[in-house]
């Protein structure tokens, strides 16, 4: 146990006091993200955070994505109803103080395309409104709200639009679980295929935007080599010229010029964050932003001019501070701290570790050890990422920090399937859930227990999404290996699971019949997997939580589950949240999972426990 100071789970899971702050196109205001009444909403004030005001008024949800329109007037943002992930773009218009849902058709989705500086009034969007399975492209016009379509979508995954706001570029999922980079030189042009990427590089490839000339294409692609690489084709040869590589990371962030397009620098995901300039005009940038930074430095966006700069400092062991960065004196300003009652508590840091698998794959991960507290023979919860295709990364976790300030320790490993280790890694993956994927988070286990770590008869197995099915697989296929499980929104069943994916998934299912397996082609596969099948060898205690509006695992995949517990009189508990999705929104609805899970790890794990 440790004496540390126990973090209330209300500074930890509870709103931030403020996040998320963006710069005006002109550079005279800031909006932000902060509770008004309870709820996250849109806040307005000055560089300075002066004459502050909330512009928005929502009441349930909250509000936790926001950007600036380039007309400087509107702000824009997203919301769904209860978790349903039907998102609706809205307006805020700052001299009207209006506040206009943009998108109003029930059942559809909404997501942003594109918008660009040299047409302040007009954002593209894609709506889901006459096939769920397909996003048309619209021209909304801010200023009326009047949407016009100008693109109808033929089956594409994703679609891409040039400096002048034409579609003309588009991913598309082909037969084989692959993918195919489409372009057309003019919009009433035909399609040509211009990248094709079979199944083993389709996770890895994608446009991202053209140049400003309009004839070249940044792609990342892993095709012809093992991690994604950042490329410019020329569209009059069709020719790739390399710009940005590492060889055995994938290229995670491109920033572009916000005037000439052309590439600025390159970000890599390695244990750390790590930035390549590419122009000359930004190296003295990051390398002061480095320099100054107490963790990993993101930068977030800027005024037109391209002057000033909004940047997010992350670290492990302290809440996000945000900055504003002057490019003329390369100087640093202090805007907000994310989560500042954090800084009154001692929190623990996160360190790197790589484990070698069973059949001798390299598995990186993230280890987080209580404060205080003697690293030897330590209760542990192994934290495993959805996905799968994701990963694990270093910086601040509420959710780690919470476990080891209640006396665990914390293993995150990213597993055979993860993404950022290049296509190899990620492929190794392919149809092995709750198999090479297991055993890997059975390796990092075992490797904790023989370096004297862990305790191996008080480990706990948690996640969400696929770490929530890893849980159960682990509740079901090796209860031996763990004291106790916690599912969130995790599938039970990998038939069910493919059979009700969302519509607008719908283009990609040869990816999930490829990574997963095929519903009638590997059948048998498909149940040996499926904790459902199971359910009976249910012996170690159990806590499943499910939001009853997820649209990816729909409520269903908990209900079997439980209910084949429930008629075998399997100890559990199962905690339903009406007004939720694929995850937990609304601040009391996270106070009780916590409260939950927390107690729960507590009475078989034997960690601390606020009441």
Not at 329 to 342: A, G, I, K, S
Request: charged residues 25%.
């Amino acid at each position: 146990m440790t004496d540390t100071p126990l973090i209330p789970r209300e500074v930890l899971f509870g709103d931030p006091e403020r996040d998320a702050p963006s710069i005006s196109p002109d550079g005279t205001q800031l909006a932000w993200l902060a509770p008004d009444e309870g709820v996250m909403n849109v806040w307005v004030g000055g560089v300075d955070l002066a004459d502050a005001r909330p512009v928005t008024r929502d009441r349930d949800r909250g509000i936790r994505v926001v950007a600036w329109a380039h007309d400087g007037r509107h702000l824009l943002y997203i919301q769904d109803e209860a978790g349903d992930e039907d998102w609706h773009l809205h307006a805020v218009d700052l001299d009207s103080g209006e506040d206009r849902d943009l998108t109003p058709f029930e059942g559809v989705q909404a997501r942003l395309v594109a918008f660009e500086k040299r047409f302040p009034d007009v954002v593209l969007v894609g709506l889901n409104r006459d096939d769920p399975a397909i996003h048309d492209v619209y021209r909304l016009q801010l200023s009326t709200g009047e949407l016009e379509q100008v693109f109808d979508n033929p089956g594409f995954v994703d679609v891409l639009a040039d400096t002048d706001l034409q579609v003309r570029a588009a991913l598309a999922a082909t037969e084989d679980g692959g993918m195919a980079v489409h372009v057309r030189d003019r919009v009433d042009d035909d399609w040509r295929v211009l990248l094709e990427a079979p199944i083993e590089d389709a996770l890895g490839t994608a446009p991202l935007g053209f140049d400003a000339t309009g004839r070249g294409l940044f792609v990342i692609s892993s095709v012809d080599a093992n991690t994604s690489r950042l490329l410019r084709y020329d569209l009059d040869t069709g020719e790739p010229e390399l710009i940005a590589e590492d060889p055995t990371y994938d290229v995670v962030d491109v920033r572009q010029h916000p005037d000439t397009h052309e590439v600025r620098w390159v970000s890599f995901l390695r244990e750390r964050l790590e930035h390549r300039a590419i122009a000359d005009d930004v190296t003295a940038d990051l390398e002061a932003l480095t320099a100054a930074a107490h963790g990993d430095v993101m930068v977030l966006g800027g005024d037109h001019a391209d002057t000033v700069w909004v940047v997010r400092d992350d670290r492990d062991d302290g809440p996000a501070t945000f900055h504003l960065y002057s490019r003329r004196d390369r100087q640093l300003t202090e805007l907000l701290v994310d989560r500042p009652e954090l800084t009154r508590y001692p929190l623990a840091s996160m360190e790197p570790f790589t484990v070698t698998a069973r059949d001798g794959l390299v598995l990186h991960g993230y280890l987080t050890a209580p404060v205080g507290v003697e690293r030897t023979a330590l209760p542990t919860v192994v934290v495993v990422h959805g996905g799968p295709w994701a990963r694990d990364t270093w910086g601040y976790s509420a959710e780690v920090q919470w476990l080891a300030n209640r006396g665990y320790l914390v293993l995150q490993v990213n597993f055979r399937g993860s993404t950022g280790y290049g296509k190899a890694f990620v492929n190794a993956g392919d149809r092995q859930w709750g198999a090479a994927m297991h055993d890997d988070l059975l390796d990092t286990v075992a490797w904790a227990v023989d370096a004297g770590h862990a305790d191996a008869d008080r480990v706990a197995i948690y996640g969400g999404s696929y770490g929530g099915y890893a849980a159960l697989v682990g509740a079901t296929l090796t209860p031996e290996a763990f004291a106790c499980a916690v599912d969130l929104v995790g599938p039970s069943n990998l038939q069910t699971l493919i059979a009700s994916i969302p519509p607008y998934w719908e283009p990609m299912i040869a990816q999930f019949h490829e990574r997963i397996g095929h519903p009638e082609r590997d059948a048998d596969l498909l149940a040996e997997r499926s904790p459902l099948t199971r359910a009976d060898q249910v012996s170690i205690p159990l806590l499943i939580a499910q939001g009853a509006n997820d649209p990816r695992v729909k409520q269903a995949e908990s209900e079997q589950f439980v209910a084949a517990l429930r008629e075998r009189g399997i100890e559990h508990e199962y905690l339903l949240f009406e007004d939720e999705g694929h995850g937990f929104v609304k601040p009391g609805n996270k106070m009780r999972f916590y409260a939950a899970t927390e107690a729960f790890l507590a009475r078989h794990l034997g960690g601390c426990q606020e009441p």
